[in-house]
């Protein structure tokens, strides 16, 4: 089973889930949309619609969290699973939300464009490590100058000792969530396709890519929100 066959296979449940498998959900995906925000302000000031590409968009929770917190944004959202964009289709027509739907895979070129913002949530960390960084080097390329490059992801402790602790207080944590033992088992088998990195090792691949006031604004065990700025206008 690929990674997207995964995902489709419950993407019926997949929103309802996500508060219990992401324990610090709202500060965590609160904190992407926090770093994002400013440039795609910074477009509307200037009479330009802001463009926002989502890396391994999935049900689109991040691409509509940025559009409740900024009105006017148009959206890419790329994945390689289909029923995991029909829903976030669904819910960015419903908001009447501008957007388009690229279903395709990361290494894949992206598509055309230059973005204010591209973000990520959960999903970088299913590429090998020279996948990450090649995909850094090309998101950093599609920025406008000023433009954010954002990733919300579950990130690999620095040492063995530190990710064992990682998986064990994440364990804890859904357990009292209440996730029911077959969520967590499901969970489980998805996560076999993961290939986390350090947070270390990701800020230095965005700083090699070419990005500035490169930072990990947001730490919680596992989940981590890192990012960087394209050079040019500064803020
Ligand atoms: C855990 S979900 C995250 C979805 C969404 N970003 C969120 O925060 O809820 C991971 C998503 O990444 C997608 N994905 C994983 N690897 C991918 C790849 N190589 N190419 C395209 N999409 C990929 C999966 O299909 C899935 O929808």
Same mark, same amino acid.
Request: include cysteine; hydrophobic fraction near 45%.
């Given at each position: ?12 449940? +997949?929103?309802?889930? %996500?508060?219990? #498998? !992401? ?5 965590? +995906? ?5 770093? $994002?925000?400013?440039?795609? @302000?910074?477009? =509307? ?15 689109? #929770? =991040?691409?509509?969290? #940025? ?5 006017? !944004?148009?959206?890419?959202? &790329? ?6 964009? $029909? %829903? ?14 690229? @279903? ?5 070129? =992206?598509?055309?464009? @230059? ?22 080097? *090309? ?22 000792? =530190?990710?064992? *602790? ?6 804890? @944590? ?17 996560? *076999? ?5 350090? &947070? ?11 990005? !500035? ?8 065990? *596992?989940?981590? !929100? ?6 040019? $206008?500064?803020?």
């Amino acid at each position: 089973m690929t990674v997207a066959d995964a995902f489709d296979a419950v993407a019926g449940s +997949y929103d309802e889930a %996500r508060r219990r #498998l !992401v324990p610090c959900f709202d500060a965590f +995906y609160g904190t992407a949309v926090q770093v $994002a925000t400013p440039p795609l @302000r910074d477009a =509307l000031a200037a009479g330009r619609t802001p463009e926002v590409l989502d890396l391994g968009a999935g049900t689109g #929770l =991040l691409s509509l969290l #940025l559009a409740a917190a900024v009105p006017g !944004v148009c959206l890419t959202l &790329v994945d390689a699973a289909p029923a995991m964009l $029909a %829903r976030a289709a669904d819910e960015l027509h419903a908001r009447s939300v501008p957007h388009r739907m690229v @279903r395709a895979d990361l290494a894949d070129p =992206l598509p055309a464009g @230059r973005y204010d913002a591209v973000v990520s949530a959960l999903a970088i960390h299913h590429l090998d490590d020279a996948g990450k960084q090649d995909l850094y080097r *090309r998101a950093a390329d599609a920025l406008v100058p000023g433009g954010v490059f954002v990733n919300a992801e579950q990130v690999a402790g620095p040492t063995p000792a =530190l990710d064992r *602790r990682y998986d064990e207080v994440w364990t804890a @944590r859904i357990a009292e969530l209440g996730s029911p033992t077959e969520e967590i088992a499901a969970a489980r088998e998805r996560m *076999r396709h993961d290939r986390p990195a350090t &947070v270390a090792d990701q800020c230095r691949w965005l700083t090699e890519a070419g990005l !500035v006031d490169v930072d990990c604004y947001f730490k919680e065990w *596992r989940f981590a !929100v890192f990012g960087g700025r394209a050079t040019g $206008a500064a803020r």
